[in-house]
């Protein structure tokens, strides 16, 4: 044998190794596109199911604000209304309750005064917790 024949069959033993580990590549590749095609199609049939009850909930979910916007503007007009009558009834009875309590408190101090001299009221100071006449104080300061 040649050296040419020598380098020619080791070329070719080279190519043969290396088309193999080509197949072998190409083989797994296969399998995992298989494997994601599978996946996708998986989540795909879940996803559908998942995004019809999504849909649903938001239909609820907008049913249920759109209650609660009405309860909410009906407390606006309950609110709005005790308003008024709350600002009624003091401009109606305010002033003249305001009139009669002063009339009251006039008839009061009127009938109350006397020509006698008012009575004088003793102060008492707190100690620790007791009551001290005020005599008995002005003896503790002198």
Do not use: C, H
């Not at 193999?20 to 559908?48: E, I, M």
């Not at 998942?50 to 309860?71: E, G, H, K, M, N």
């Not at 305001?98 to 100071?125: H, I, M, N, S, W």
């Amino acid at each position: 044998m040649s050296g040419g024949e020598v380098a020619g069959i080791l070329v070719a033993v080279f190519w043969a190794i290396l088309v193999s580990f080509l197949a072998v590549v190409l083989v797994r590749l296969a399998q995992v596109l298989k494997a994601t095609t599978k996946l996708v199609a998986d989540v795909t049939d879940q996803a559908v199911p998942l995004l019809a009850d999504a849909s649903t909930t938001v239909r609820s979910a907008r049913t249920q604000l759109d209650r609660v916007d009405a309860i909410a503007s009906d407390v606006q007009e309950v609110t709005s209304n005790a308003s008024a009558l709350s600002s009624t009834v003091a401009s109606a009875f305010g002033g003249p309750l305001v009139k009669v309590a002063a009339f009251g408190y006039g008839v009061r101090k009127a009938l109350g005064k006397t020509d006698e001299a008012p009575q004088k009221t003793t102060r008492r100071t707190v100690i620790v917790g007791r009551t001290v006449p005020a005599a008995r104080r002005r003896k503790q300061k002198g």
